[in-house]
């Protein structure tokens, strides 16, 4: 977890990453949906939930899923264990590596 809104959050993961020699390629971003709903959480159109999926690339051809989940200030991580979804252990390893710094905890989800 990292204790910033999910946009710093993914900001720093990103960077993290590519700095590693991954590639990062945004694949959706909850703030960005075109309609508002109500927070299942607070129960208003405005909170600052917000859900960011990144698809990173290493060497292999098929990516990780990670998932960004920022609620109330603070940003969880996971990556996707979902059957064809789990990426290699290489890559999976990898992103453990990159984000250690930021004292991030990967969750499989």
């Not at 900001?11 to 694949?27: D, F, Q, W």
């Not at 709903?37 to 607070?42: G, K, S, Y």
Request: net charge negative.
């Amino acid at each position: 977890m990292l204790r910033c809104r999910c946009d710093t959050a993914v900001t720093e993961i990103t960077e993290a990453l590519e700095n590693a020699g991954l590639r990062v390629m945004p694949s959706f971003d909850s703030s960005l949906a075109s309609s508002p709903t109500t927070c299942p959480r607070h129960g208003t159109e405005q909170c600052d939930c917000q859900i960011v999926i990144l698809l990173v690339y290493g060497a292999d051809e098929r990516p990780a899923t990670l998932m960004a989940h920022g609620q109330d200030g603070e940003t969880w991580i996971s990556i996707a264990s979902a059957p064809g979804q789990r990426p290699s252990s290489g890559l999976e390893t990898a992103i453990k590596r990159a984000l250690s710094p930021l004292s991030v905890t990967v969750m499989a989800e």
